[in-house]
């Protein structure tokens, strides 16, 4: 997020973005209350966004403050949705839910692949033609790279075909580790290697790569790398590749543009509108990971509808409540 006004349709909803003249980033829904004008195609005047169609102004909270035309009446309906935002480990993140839920807490710890939470973090965006967990489930089974990637990254991970995956968990961190010892890469010498990708809920997964002289312990050497994937639509999402280390932002851009996101549309393609676990998907050995974070994701999106229903009825019964006292 840099200058100017960024929109981005985010789980269905068009939200722009943009920065305060302090620099704090500022998120709200896109479309202004008069005649519904994306607000994207206004501009930023100082803290505040002024929509390009008749001008009402509005400041990062969502409050219209000007109407620039005639006596400047500002009716009180005239306010749209803002999101919190939080900038955290070079990202900005946006809350979509009610605001008291907004819980800084729960974004993703990833100072072990982020030098700072301050540090210049290069990205790379890509737009994908898929459901975010179609994305995740590529990452959470590298598997793929022996036959998507047979000429690009299979080459340096000779021993992924024979491979087994393990599965780990720490809290709601899921993570899949391939250990590939006294491979021959085809330069003579044997290494050992180690393949890492841990997903943060509900969808950053960070890529580690390790790999030493084989019987050598392996360290500080590792390659990391972080996915973050955000739901657009149901059928297309949002992918940064994210890297502290200059350059390496594109060092897995370039078979994920060519290779892996033409194959995860046209998977989409194939799955049309059906839900992934009606047609019944067939669940191998090396999807463990995947599918786990598939159950563990559906547990977080039911866990948030009940609470969502019980405010629901809870504003419900106050009505109700109120009615009676009436
Ligand atoms: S549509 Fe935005 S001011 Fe009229
Ligand atoms: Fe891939």
Request: glycine share 8%; proline share 6%.
């Amino acid at each position: 997020l840099v200058d100017g006004i960024l929109p981005r349709r985010i789980a269905g909803e068009p939200v722009l973005l943009y920065r305060q003249k302090n620099g704090t980033p500022a998120a709200m829904f896109d479309r202004c209350p008069h005649r519904f004008a994306p607000l994207s195609r206004g501009c930023i005047v100082g803290d505040y966004i002024r929509c390009g169609y008749h001008g009402l102004t509005f400041d990062a909270k969502g409050g219209c403050i000007a109407n620039p035309l005639g006596e400047g009446y500002i009716p009180e309906t005239a306010s749209v949705r803002a999101f919190p935002t939080e900038e955290k480990f070079g990202l900005v993140w946006i809350w979509r839910g009610d605001h008291e839920k907004a819980e800084p807490k729960n974004i993703p710890d990833l100072s072990a692949f982020v030098p700072g939470p301050t540090a210049e973090f290069k990205t790379a965006y890509i737009h994908v033609r898929a459901d975010y967990r179609l994305a995740i489930d590529n990452l959470m089974d590298l598997s793929h790279s022996v036959f998507l990637h047979a000429e690009t990254l299979a080459p340096v991970t000779p021993g992924l075909r024979d491979a087994v995956v393990r599965v780990s968990r720490n809290g709601e961190r899921i993570k899949a580790t391939i250990e590939m010892k006294n491979i021959d890469i085809g330069d003579g010498e044997r290494r050992d290697q180690q393949l890492d990708t841990e997903w943060f809920a509900p969808g950053v997964v960070a890529l580690t790569f390790a790999q030493v002289p084989h019987g050598e312990l392996l360290g500080n050497e590792a390659i990391h790398a972080l996915h973050i994937i955000t739901p657009e639509t149901e059928r297309s999402s949002h992918y940064l590749f994210g890297s502290t280390v200059d350059g390496r932002e594109g060092m897995t851009r370039d078979p994920f543009v060519d290779e892996d996101e033409p194959m995860l549309a046209a998977c989409q393609e194939r799955m049309g509108e059906e839900d992934f676990w009606s047609l019944r998907p067939v669940i191998l050995p090396n999807d463990a990971a995947a599918i786990q974070v598939r159950r563990q994701l559906e547990k977080m999106i039911r866990n948030e509808q009940a609470s969502q229903s019980l405010v629901a009825s809870a504003r419900l019964l106050n009505v109700i409540n109120q009615r009676s006292i009436e």
